[in-house]
């Protein structure tokens, strides 16, 4: 089992910054991928970033390529600091981990899940 908690989510206008964290724990949870799903209201989920387990290989959607970055910090948790945020950005964002690599967890269902941080950009 591994347990996630997002932490981070907020509101900004519109070019602000925000810095979403997520902290993993449970039974090898430092060998997963951790990746960053969004879900706006009315919409389905959308893949936005993910990390692998030795921070050593990264993928993006093309929307936030740019402006978003995930990385892992000293504590291990894996960040995303979001740039430039658009309104267009605002949503659910969701923490998630499995083992597979940052260019197939946006096409599966990751095994495990936070239970997700509002971001709201203002225009």
């Known amino acids: 089992q591994v347990q996630l908690v997002e932490s981070g989510g907020g509101l900004v206008q519109a070019g602000g910054s925000l810095r979403l964290s997520c902290a993993a724990s449970?039974?090898?949870?430092?060998?997963?991928?951790i990746a960053w799903f969004r879900q706006a209201p009315g919409k389905g989920r959308e893949f936005v970033a993910a990390?692998?387990?030795?921070?050593?290989?990264r993928n993006y959607t093309d929307s936030v390529k740019g402006r978003f970055t995930i990385s892992r910090d000293n504590s291990g948790n894996t960040d995303l600091q979001m740039n430039t945020l658009k309104p267009e950005d605002t949503a659910v964002y969701f923490c998630?981990?499995?083992?597979?690599?940052?260019?197939?967890?946006?096409?599966?269902?990751?095994?495990?899940w936070g239970q997700g941080t509002q971001v709201t950009v203002s225009s």
């Open positions: 998630a981990a499995d083992r597979t690599t940052v260019h197939a967890i946006g096409f599966t269902e990751p095994e495990y």
């Open positions: 990390l692998n387990w030795n921070g050593r290989d």
């Open positions: 449970g039974r090898a949870s430092s060998l997963y991928t």
